[in-house]
């Protein structure tokens, strides 16, 4: 008996995976590449990567909401348990992110064996080749605005703020820790490609990955969500202006900066 695939369910995986490869060739300026299974595969797992992940902010910041809740039920309320059960979902999410890092590697390993050859870059590309010099400056900041904020507030003599302000500090070190986990990954991936042009993709999304990492979710917005009106006026002041400048950064970064397929091209140049 023959079966014939309906119409509704759309064509089958690879070839989607195959035809997005492609709009991403001609995305990047890649227009003389063709779309191959292995370009296809590596960019398939990390689309679907970046969805997952894109769970984590939200996660911990109603994890920290909920960690936060006690603290306005009165100095009986205050109990060890809810950081506790904070510090254990920090945990878990980075055993997660690490979970989803093998998922990446596996499946650029698997796409690596099957090529009758590899090329390598032969210059290690580091922070500063990936990540450039812009972003970087901006990621320092970043988290250290992200920690000033609930490490001022344990000056204040309010022992509601002092509360809130120990669960901020949990919720920006985990996702201070996920970052580093994320980049430290990314950056000792092995290259996976068979020619200069999946060589060039290689470092295309090495640059697109490191860049969206920088994106300052957790940072500016966890600090806003469970402190600003319960903490005096200056500290909210304080919060509203890094909120605002640390997204106006990474706009401007991203509009500024050179673009990810320009950075590779010139990372390619120095072989």
């Not at 988290?143 to 344990?154: D, Q």
């Not at 005096?232 to 304080?238: D, E, I, L």
Request: aromatic share 4%; net charge positive.
């Amino acid at each position: 008996m023959a079966y014939e695939s309906s119409p509704a369910a759309g064509p089958p995986a690879r070839a989607v995976d195959l035809r997005l490869a492609g709009h991403w060739l001609a995305q990047h300026g890649l227009t003389g590449a063709r779309p191959t299974p292995l370009l296809a595969a590596r960019l398939a797992v990390r689309r679907r990567v970046r969805l997952v992940a894109q769970l984590t902010p939200a996660v911990l910041i109603v994890a920290s909401a909920l960690a936060a809740r006690p603290v306005f039920d009165g100095p009986q309320a205050r109990r060890p348990l809810p950081l506790l059960a904070l510090t254990t979902l920090v945990i878990g999410l980075l055993l997660a992110q690490a979970l989803l890092d093998r998922w990446v590697r596996r499946v650029d390993r698997r796409a690596g064996a099957a090529l009758p050859r590899r090329v390598a870059h032969p210059i290690r590309l580091g922070r500063r080749a990936v990540l450039g010099r812009p972003y970087t400056v901006f990621v320092v900041a970043a988290f250290a605005g992200a920690m000033a904020l609930p490490g001022s507030a344990l000056a204040i003599p309010d022992p509601t703020v002092r509360q809130l302000a120990v669960v901020v500090l949990i919720g920006q070190l985990g996702a201070t820790a996920i970052f580093t986990m994320q980049l430290r990954h990314l950056l000792r991936r092995p290259v996976v490609a068979e020619d200069e042009d999946s060589l060039t993709a290689d470092v295309i999304m090495r640059v697109e990955d490191a860049r969206d990492l920088t994106t300052p979710n957790v940072q500016s917005s966890l600090p806003m969500v469970l402190m600003f009106g319960a903490a005096p006026g200056w500290w909210g002041a304080a919060a509203v202006a890094y909120l605002v400048l640390s997204l106006t950064a990474s706009v401007v970064l991203r509009f500024k900066t050179a673009s990810s397929a320009t950075v590779a091209r010139r990372a390619m140049s120095l072989r």
